[in-house]
């Protein structure tokens, strides 16, 4: 099977798609938290969904969302050489502490946002990052170890001290090699994926971050 990641960067958007994210992450080194989340921790996000499809595993959009972001989170504890775990965590935590939840009371997390899941209200950048971003910080309180992980899609590894740590830049031109980084690290844990190929297109438009299937065996 072949798969695109796209990944769309914050320097080449329009001047009211960087205001949006903006408002997100905050004005403040808005180029680096960019890139450290949607070049950093987003690349390997895609991959976890890229690898659900693979292996064919049912899952709602909402569980599959969750699923990639424990997926990425597991990864980079493992594999993250300058602490940007901690500093994606922390700026996490600070936006999310300024955005009010919008979920009802008398709903919760997983049923709220699955019923808007196709709907207009959840093309936000505003809604879908609070999605995100929220998802994120539960992975973040999980305790899984990657390789547990990935057992929950079906694939075994051997449970390896030499994985290497990542300590490369981080930025858009950077995150093909972010990709081949976790991809040679699943290789030599013994994860082989048969007739899988992964691609990454990087894009002028900021607001799209995704994976497509594009052939499927």
């Not at 808007?116 to 879908?128: F, S």
Request: aromatic share 12%.
């Amino acid at each position: 099977m072949r798969y695109k990641i796209i990944s769309g960067k914050y320097e080449t958007g329009t001047q009211n798609q960087q205001q949006n994210f903006s408002q997100l992450f905050g004005k403040e080194n808005i180029q680096f938290y960019f890139d450290l989340y949607f070049h950093w921790f987003n690349i390997i996000h895609e991959l976890g969904h890229c690898l659900v499809s693979y292996r064919k595993i049912p899952m709602t959009p909402v569980q599959e969302e969750l699923y990639a972001n424990r997926f990425a989170v597991a990864y980079w504890r493992i594999s993250d050489h300058d602490g940007n775990l901690v500093k994606l965590e922390k700026k996490i935590t600070s936006v999310l502490e300024n955005i009010p939840s919008p979920v009802p009371l008398d709903s919760d997390f997983v049923t709220f946002f699955q019923s808007i899941w196709n709907r207009e209200a959840m093309q936000t950048v505003a809604m879908y990052g609070y999605f995100q971003l929220a998802c994120v910080m539960e992975a973040m309180q999980s305790e899984s170890n990657f390789w547990e992980v990935l057992s929950e899609i079906g694939i075994s590894a051997a449970r390896t001290d030499s994985v290497q740590k990542y300590h490369g830049d981080i930025s858009a031109e950077c995150s093909q090699d972010i990709l081949h980084f976790c991809l040679e690290n699943l290789s030599n844990a013994g994860v082989l994926f048969d007739h899988l190929h992964i691609e990454l297109e990087l894009v002028d438009n900021p607001e799209v971050q995704c994976a497509t299937i594009l052939e499927e065996k």
